[in-house]
């Protein structure tokens, strides 16, 4: 008599919100799943006011995910949606701009099972045909972000099941990556040693103002909806630039940095926009996998 192997224990679920991304939804699944064990991790694209095919282009790759389509744009309602399908814990949220190894996507999600309060990958910064504005600023910002580590600013952030329960649905705000920063305490936060996240920064100084243009609204949005997780952002940078100008080397770096992020907060203020896509990563792959 042949005995029936008992599956093994879920170890998590992938939450990727997608709103017209289809030029780049593609590449971000296909890294994904690569090395991913589908049977043991749930994986949710939640397409949310998309009008140009995403759903249609996520369906195409024919993997094992679960896609769902909401008429209306939101990334709060796209996460809520996902959420309801009573999805396993841990659980980790993707960009769907960004590319995280299947074996990244596994390593933090047993991070967050083994103890792990919160968690995300190392960061690569990738500049690539960008400018030498956008190259400096991007230098400095890597050294920032692990000095210590902060949960958001990867396009991917995990939350163990202790974290979730530290509240309920996700707040209709810009930047819900820094609302689950401030969830939880600098010193919960986890980076393991798996492969880094690959995040393509706008290509020009003018797109780059633009998106941490919207990055300020939504820490002050968050700040205004919830004075209790109020940004700690402008202290721990300064702090963190001292630190990170003791190498004279630096100090171009670290004046870019301050420029553009100092332009961008003054957009912010002055702009009623709420939303800026970045559209000079968002271009459609050729033929030999290659953006142009």
């Known amino acids: 008599m042949t005995t029936a192997t008992a599956p093994r224990p879920r170890l998590g679920a992938v939450i990727v919100p997608a709103h017209d991304e289809a030029a780049v939804i593609g590449q971000t699944l296909r890294s994904l799943v690569d090395g991913l064990d589908l049977d043991r991790v749930r994986v949710v694209v939640a397409c949310n006011g998309c009008s140009d095919g995403t759903a249609e282009v996520v369906r195409s790759l024919a993997l094992d995910i679960e896609v769902l389509e909401l008429e209306t744009p939101g990334k709060a309602a796209a996460i809520a949606a ?99 920063a401030r969830v939880v305490r600098p010193d919960e936060v986890r980076v393991p040693d798996v492969a880094a996240v690959e995040v393509r920064l706008p290509r020009t100084a003018r797109a780059l103002v633009s998106t941490l ?14 004075p209790g997780l ?56 050729t033929a030999d996998g290659v953006q142009r």
């Open 213 to 226: 243009a919207r990055a300020h609204r939504g820490n002050a949005q968050l700040a205004a909806l919830h």
């Open 230 to 285: 109020a940004p700690r952002t402008t202290t721990t940078t300064i702090r963190r630039l001292v630190r990170h100008a003791v190498a004279p080397t630096s100090w171009p770096d670290i004046a870019t940095f301050v420029v553009l992020t100092v332009t961008a907060r003054t957009l912010a203020h002055r702009s009623g926009r709420r939303w800026e896509r970045d559209v000079t990563t968002r271009i459609a792959p």
């Open 82 to 180: 996902a959420e309801a399908l009573d999805l396993p814990l841990p659980r980790l949220y993707v960009d769907a701009d960004v590319h995280l190894a299947g074996s990244a996507a596994t390593g933090l999600l047993a991070a967050l099972t083994t103890g792990a309060v919160a968690a995300r990958p190392p960061v690569h910064l990738d500049t690539t045909g960008a400018s030498r504005a956008v190259q400096r600023y991007a230098r400095c910002r890597e050294a920032l972000m692990s000095d210590p580590p902060e949960l958001w600013g990867a396009g991917v952030y995990g939350l163990s099941a202790a974290a979730r329960q530290r509240f309920g649905r996700f707040p209709t705000v810009i930047a819900d990556d820094l609302f689950a």
